[in-house]
C-alpha cells in the first residue's frame, strides 16, 4: 500500500484555493449585457448625468449599433451635454431606424435648432408636413417657424394644424392665442382662448393664460372653434403689421 504524502494534503489545498479564486477572478471580469448597459445609460440619463449615460450608450453602439433607441438617448446625451453636431448625428440614425416615431422626429428637430442647421431643420419640418400632414406635424412647423421669429409661417402652421384637427384639439387653438398675443393683438388672442377654453375647459394653461390677459373664465367666455363650424374657418390677416424674419435666424 502507497501512503500519501505529507505534503499531498496541503497540495491539494493549494490547487483547490487557486481553482476557487480563478473562478471568481473570471466572474468580476464577465461583460455586461447590453441590456444591462442600456438600462444603466437610462437610468443614469433620468438622474441628469447625462456624461455617465453617453458612456454607457457609447459602450452598447461599439459593442452592438442599430438599436433605435440607444441612438436616439445618446444623441439626446450629447444634446444636454452641448456636444450638439454629434447629438444631430446620432439622431438622424435614431430617425432613420425609426421613421414613425414622433418623439424622435421632434428630438431632432429640436438638436438641428440647436446646432444652427436652421437650413436643414426647415426641409425635414417641410418634407413631414408634405409627407404626413397631420395636426402634430404642422404644430410642429409653427412652434420652430415661430421660435425662428417667422410669424406669418407660424399662424400659417397653426391655422392648418386647426383645420387638420377639426376644431378637436387644445394645441393649435393656443398655438394661436400665444402667437397673437405675443405680437399685441388681444381680441384674437382671447378669440383663440375661449375656443381652446371650450375644448378643454379644465387645460391648466389655458385657465392661466385666459387669467393673465384679465378675463374670468366660465362657459359665458367659451366660443365654438372656427373649424367646427358649417363651412370651415374664416381668413385670418397677418399676425403683425411687422412680420419677422423668414425662417432662417432664431429671435433675439
Same mark, same amino acid.
Given at each position: 500500500?502507497?501512503?500519501?504524502?505529507?505534503?499531498?494534503?496541503?497540495?491539494?489545498?493549494?490547487?483547490?484555493?487557486?481553482?476557487?479564486?480563478?473562478?471568481?477572478?473570471?466572474?468580476?471580469?464577465?461583460?455586461?449585457?447590453?441590456?444591462?448597459? #442600456?438600462?444603466?445609460?437610462?437610468?443614469?440619463? %433620468?438622474?441628469?448625468?447625462?456624461?455617465?449615460?453617453?458612456?454607457?450608450?457609447?459602450?452598447?453602439?461599439? #459593442?452592438?449599433?442599430?438599436?433605435?433607441?440607444?441612438?436616439?438617448?445618446?444623441?439626446?446625451?450629447?444634446?444636454?451635454?452641448?456636444?450638439?453636431?454629434?447629438?444631430?448625428?446620432?439622431?438622424?440614425?435614431?430617425?432613420?431606424?425609426?421613421?414613425?416615431?414622433?418623439?424622435?422626429?421632434?428630438?431632432?428637430?429640436?438638436?438641428?435648432?440647436?446646432? %444652427?442647421?436652421?437650413?436643414?431643420?426647415?426641409?425635414?419640418?417641410?418634407? #413631414?408636413?408634405?409627407?404626413?400632414?397631420?395636426? %402634430?406635424?404642422?404644430?410642429?412647423?409653427?412652434?420652430?417657424?415661430?421660435?425662428?421669429?417667422?410669424?406669418?409661417?407660424?399662424?400659417?402652421?397653426?391655422?392648418?394644424?386647426?383645420?387638420?384637427?377639426?376644431?378637436?384639439?387644445?394645441?393649435?387653438?393656443?398655438?394661436?392665442?400665444?402667437?397673437?398675443?405675443?405680437?399685441?393683438?388681444?381680441?384674437?388672442?382671447?378669440?383663440?382662448?375661449?375656443?381652446?377654453?371650450?375644448?378643454?375647459?379644465?387645460?391648466?394653461?389655458?385657465?392661466?393664460?385666459?387669467?393673465?390677459?384679465?378675463?374670468?373664465?366660465?362657459?359665458?367666455?367659451?366660443?365654438?372653434?372656427?373649424?367646427?363650424?358649417?363651412?370651415?374657418?374664416?381668413?385670418?390677416? #397677418?399676425?403683425?403689421?411687422?412680420?419677422?424674419?423668414?425662417?432662417?435666424?432664431?429671435?433675439?
Amino acid at each position: 500500500m502507497v501512503r500519501n504524502s505529507p505534503l499531498s494534503g496541503s497540495f491539494r489545498l493549494v490547487v483547490t484555493v487557486a481553482l476557487i479564486g480563478s473562478a471568481l477572478l473570471l466572474s468580476g471580469c464577465k461583460t455586461r449585457s447590453l441590456t444591462a448597459v #442600456r438600462e444603466s445609460g437610462d437610468w443614469w440619463f %433620468k438622474q441628469g448625468d447625462y456624461s455617465a449615460a453617453k458612456a454607457e450608450y457609447l459602450e452598447y453602439t461599439e #459593442r452592438s449599433p442599430g438599436n433605435a433607441h440607444v441612438h436616439h438617448m445618446l444623441g439626446n446625451s450629447y444634446v444636454k451635454l452641448g456636444e450638439t453636431g454629434m447629438g444631430r448625428e446620432q439622431l438622424y440614425v435614431a430617425h432613420t431606424l425609426r421613421v414613425e416615431d414622433d418623439q424622435v422626429f421632434a428630438d431632432l428637430c429640436e438638436a438641428l435648432y440647436q446646432d %444652427k442647421k436652421y437650413d436643414d431643420l426647415n426641409r425635414l419640418l417641410r418634407t #413631414r408636413t408634405i409627407d404626413r400632414g397631420r395636426m %402634430k406635424d404642422w404644430a410642429l412647423l409653427a412652434t420652430y417657424a415661430d421660435k425662428l421669429n417667422d410669424r406669418d409661417e407660424a399662424q400659417r402652421g397653426w391655422l392648418t394644424a386647426a383645420q387638420v384637427d377639426g376644431g378637436q384639439s387644445v394645441e393649435p387653438q393656443l398655438g394661436l392665442a400665444k402667437l397673437y398675443a405675443k405680437v399685441g393683438d388681444r381680441d384674437r388672442a382671447r378669440r383663440r382662448l375661449a375656443m381652446a377654453y371650450a375644448i378643454d375647459p379644465k387645460n391648466a394653461e389655458v385657465l392661466a393664460l385666459i387669467r393673465e390677459i384679465g378675463e374670468i373664465p366660465g362657459p359665458t367666455f367659451a366660443i365654438t372653434p372656427e373649424e367646427l363650424t358649417p363651412g370651415g374657418p374664416a381668413a385670418e390677416s #397677418r399676425p403683425s403689421e411687422n412680420p419677422g424674419e423668414p425662417m432662417g435666424e432664431p429671435s433675439r
